[in-house]
């Protein structure tokens, strides 16, 4: 813990911390709904969706990374067990166990949906209070909200190609 770095903290240091946990067991979450899903993905399109997807799920572990720094920089402990997600999560977890392009697809775009959610939220709230968690907040928010446009993308090709076929 950096005691300036937590005394500049214009607000109450453990709400940030649990906003931030909050958001540190969506990432794992989606880490793997997302890992998961391209491993077990059927359908047309399947290897573009796959690299996607396995791109998506590194850029998540990434965040959970920047998200546990930060928390460890407010004298915060990261969450120390997995069980300690779902209570956790905002955005929750979608079983992949439907492996159809497009059904994996609809999840994932859902899950990004609810993390730019949580990002802007979670701006709104520090705002300038917390300078260096906002500007955090801010780069995952730009890495969701490009994600979302990729998945939205893939998502309009495939229908695109199976409307043709029909
Ligand atoms: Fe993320
Ligand atoms: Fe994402």
């Known amino acids: 813990?950096?005691?300036?770095?937590?005394?500049?903290?214009?607000?109450?240091?453990?709400?940030?911390?649990?906003?931030?946990?909050?958001?540190?067991?969506?990432e794992w979450l989606a880490y793997y709904q997302y890992r998961l899903g391209a491993k077990v993905i059927a359908g047309p399109m399947k290897d573009a969706v796959t690299a996607e997807l396995m791109q998506h799920a590194a850029d998540e572990l990434r965040h959970a990374d920047m998200v546990s720094n930060r928390i460890i920089q407010l004298g915060g402990t990261p969450l120390t067990t997995p069980s300690k997600w779902f209570d956790m999560t905002n955005c929750g977890y979608d079983d992949p166990a439907d492996p159809f392009v497009s059904k994996i697809l609809e999840q994932n775009i859902k899950a990004e949906q609810c993390a730019i959610s949580v990002y802007h939220a979670l701006i709104e709230t520090v705002g300038m209070k917390d300078p260096v968690t906002n500007n955090m907040a801010v780069q995952i928010l730009q890495d969701e909200v490009?994600?979302?446009?990729?998945?939205?993308?893939?998502?309009?090709?495939?229908?695109?190609?199976?409307?043709?076929?029909a």
């Not at 240091?13 to 958001?23: G, I």
């Not at 979302?148 to 043709?164: A, G, W």
Request: no cysteine; glycine share 6%.
């Open 1 to 26: 813990m950096g005691t300036k770095g937590r005394e500049i903290v214009g607000m109450d240091v453990d709400q940030v911390v649990e906003l931030l946990n909050k958001a540190f067991a969506d």
């Open 146 to 165: 490009e994600h979302e446009e990729d998945l939205q993308s893939l998502h309009e090709d495939l229908k695109m190609m199976l409307d043709r076929r």
